[in-house]
C-alpha cells in the first residue's frame, strides 16, 4: 500500500479544499463523515441495528436515521451515545479500510476525518501522518457563515465541542495555516508538502 495520511481542522478550516488538492495530485481519499451518513441514510446498513437498540422511534419517516431524536437521547446520556456508537463505530471502521485497500500500488490514501483529534491515539496508529488544516476562530465563523448561512452563535456553539486549535497542533506532523490565504497559494502550500513527502507523480 502507499503512504497513508490522516487530515483534520476544525469546522470551516478548510480540509476539504485541501482533500481537493490531494485528490486532484493524485491522492484516494476516504471521507470518514461521508461513510457515516451513508452507513444512517435510508436503506444504510447501520438502521437494522439501531432500530433494534433503540426502537423504530429512531427511524425517521423518509427511512433515515431520525438525527434530531437520537441527538437527544445521547446528548446528555453517556451510556446511550456508546451504544450507538458499539453500532456505528466497528462498521465506519469496516467501511474506511474496505475503501482504502481500493489505493493502486504506492497510490497515497488520505483519510479526511473531522474528529481525528478526539481519537488521536487510535489515529496515530493508523496513519504515517497526521496533517493539520488550521486558522483562526474568526476566520473559521466567516467562512461557515457565509457557506452555510448559519448564525454566529452556531457557528462558534460547534466550536466549543471540537477539540481546541492547541489539541490539534500537537497531534500533528505538519500543519497549514489556511488564512490570508488565496486558494492557489493554499494548493501550492500542499504541491510543498507533496513534494516534501516525496508522493508519487499520478499516473494518468
Ligand atoms: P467543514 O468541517 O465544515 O466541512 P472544511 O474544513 O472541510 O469544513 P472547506 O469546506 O474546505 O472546510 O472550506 C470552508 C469554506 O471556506 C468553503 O466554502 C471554502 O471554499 C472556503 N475556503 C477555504 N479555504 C479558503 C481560502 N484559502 N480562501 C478562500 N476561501 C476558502
Known amino acids: 500500500a502507499g503512504p497513508t495520511l ?3 481542522g476544525g469546522i470551516g478550516s478548510g480540509k476539504s479544499t485541501v482533500a481537493r488538492a490531494l485528490a486532484a495530485r493524485g491522492a484516494l481519499i476516504v471521507d470518514t463523515d461521508a ?3 451513508a452507513l444512517t441514510a435510508p436503506g444504510g446498513a447501520a ?31 453517556a451510556a446511550q451515545r456508546e451504544r ?9 471502521g469496516e467501511r474506511t479500510w474496505s475503501e482504502a485497500a481500493a489505493a493502486a ?11 481525528l483529534t478526539e481519537r488521536g ?19 473559521q465563523v466567516q467562512r461557515v457563515q457565509a457557506r452555510n448561512g448559519w448564525p454566529e452563535a452556531q ?27 488565496t486558494l492557489d497559494a493554499l494548493d501550492a502550500e500542499v504541491a510543498t508538502l507533496w513534494r516534501l513527502w516525496a508522493w508519487p507523480a499520478a499516473q494518468v
Not at 500500488?105 to 474528529?115: S, T
Open 35 to 37: 461513510i457515516a451518513r
Open 84 to 92: 450507538l456508537e458499539a453500532i456505528l463505530h466497528p462498521m465506519i
Open 105 to 115: 500500488a504506492g497510490q497515497p490514501v488520505v483519510f479526511d476525518v473531522p474528529l
Open 6 to 8: 490522516g487530515l483534520t
Open 155 to 181: 457557528v462558534r456553539a460547534v466550536i466549543a465541542q471540537q477539540a481546541s486549535r492547541a489539541a490539534r497542533r500537537a497531534i500533528a506532523d505538519a500543519v497549514i495555516v489556511n488564512q490570508d490565504l
Open 121 to 139: 491515539a487510535h489515529w496515530r496508529r493508523q496513519v504515517d501522518r497526521v496533517l493539520v488544516v488550521d486558522c483562526d476562530e474568526a476566520t
Open 47 to 77: 438502521l437494522p441495528a439501531i432500530a433494534q437498540a433503540f426502537g423504530e422511534a429512531a427511524i425517521a419517516a423518509d427511512g433515515a436515521l431520525d438525527r434530531a431524536w437520537m441527538r437527544e437521547r445521547v446528548f446528555a446520556d
